[in-house]
């Protein structure tokens, strides 16, 4: 067998709480029902910060890792048995980052085609590789959970951030009307999306719930805070029908007033698929709505707008980390999409 002598340029994390350095690495080659992806662009979101401080053991990194869960590209090549993608497509989806698998920041990835599905036509590479984890966990959640459907009222927590603002959108396009948490530099985006926007910082759940809801309660709750937030939302949902999901229900919390307006909850745990290998279709599945609501004009991606190469991803994770200002942190990992 001929020895791959490819090589690949990649930000590389050796030591938690360090900085990622920049390596040269053989290329990947694909093996039985994978795809090596061309990365073009890949999205940051906040758990790759705490797989950097070694406070993600959920996440199954062992170092050295390459991080980057999301990423948008092109297939470069096709392995055995995938049929679903041809040389050079376009495709985005969470390829990898974590459970083992290489991530995004490097040139070249090998994927399992079951996680992708093909860029949107009217998305630029950034804001595709934006898209992955938080449209999967917000979909999961109102769609696969919670059967958003048109005239209900549901209340994203946190909706001008990664997973929130894409729950706005996808609740909007379903048809339900959308109300949202949010602090005081996120409230005039979350107006742009025609919803309903809240400052937590000003109003109470008891105000907004007699204000919004005349005191019955919100059809859907999703959460994407965690902690306190979690606990105000059972507190905030519709007796007997009304159904609480939550992205971050880590911790202890009582389920009492929940159980005395007979409503329902679900956890949301996106990564399963890359951790465990199973489900995976689904996710490739979910990025395939997402495509045909992005085409038809239903979601946008909010991506911030400063520029972040290969090399830059240092200081892209110090954006993301002092949370100024709105929109998925992007690195561009060709020069040709900067």
Known sequence: MKKNTLTMHAMVLEKYNDELEFRVMSRPTPGKGQVLVKVMASGLNPLDLKITAGKAAHAKVSLPAILGIDGAGIVEEVGEGVTDFKLFDEVYGMMGGIGGHQGTLAEYIVVDADLLARKPSNLSMKEAAALPLVFIT?????????????????????????????????????????????????????????????????????????????????????????????DNSFKSIRPYHGHVVSALGWGTHSIAP?????????????LLPLLTGKNRRHHGAILQEATKL??????????????????DANRAYRVMESRKGLGKVVVGIRESIL
């Open 258 to 270: 929940l159980s005395f307006r007979g409503a329902t909850y679900s956890g949301i745990f996106t």
């Open 138 to 230: 917000a979909w999961e959640g109102l769609v696969d959970r919670a059967k958003v459907r048109a005239g209900q009222k549901v209340l994203i927590h946190g909706g001008s951030g990664g997973v929130g603002h894409i729950a706005v959108q996808i609740a909007k396009a379903f048809g339900a009307e959308v109300f949202a948490t949010g602090s005081a530099k996120g409230l005039s985006y979350l107006a742009t999306l025609n919803a309903e926007a809240i400052d937590y910082t000003t109003k109470t759940p008891e105000e907004y719930l007699k204000q919004y809801t005349d005191s019955e309660g919100f059809d859907i709750v999703f959460d994407t805070i965690g902690g306190e937030t979690l």
């Open 294 to 311: 992005i085409e038809a004009g239903k979601i946008k991606p909010l991506v911030h707008p400063e520029k972040f190469s290969l090399v």
